[in-house]
């Protein structure tokens, strides 16, 4: 199994970024999704999270603002981050599991700074 995040980056406050999670190694089509994150000094926590048919839920610091999306031809989980705010900076990770198995990618920064 690997997890690849990448669009991470610099952004103003009020900006927008898009993270993207390429997976390989296990049927994705059947597979719930993961976004999660973790701050300097906090707990890593759950941001979003997609299930194989679509259905979605959000933290409540993000919603209204963060959108996940799942392509299941291409494999590949998207974060939509609007509207950021200082406090969604953070190193953000895509997650799956299933059974005794957990997995994560190596995690992306995501700065909100003017």
Same mark, same amino acid.
């Given at each position: ?11 103003? *406050? %009020? =900006? &927008? ?7 390989? +190694?296990?049927?994705?089509? !059947? ?20 299930? *194989? %048919? =679509? &259905? ?7 919603? +209204?603002?963060?959108?996940? !999306? ?45």
């Amino acid at each position: 199994v690997q997890l690849v995040e990448s669009g991470g980056g610099l952004v103003q *406050p %009020g =900006g &927008s970024l898009r993270l993207s999670c390429a997976a390989s +190694g296990f049927t994705f089509s !059947s597979t719930n999704m993961v976004w999660y994150r973790q701050a300097p000094g906090k707990q890593r926590e759950l941001v979003a999270a997609i299930t *194989p %048919g =679509g &259905s979605t839920n959000y933290v409540d610091s993000v919603k +209204g603002r963060f959108t996940i !999306s799942r392509d299941n031809a291409k494999n590949t989980v998207d974060l939509q981050m609007n509207s950021l705010k200082p406090e969604d900076t953070a190193v953000y990770y895509c997650h799956t599991g299933w059974s005794v198995y957990d997995y994560w990618g190596q995690g992306t920064q995501v700065t909100v700074s003017s």
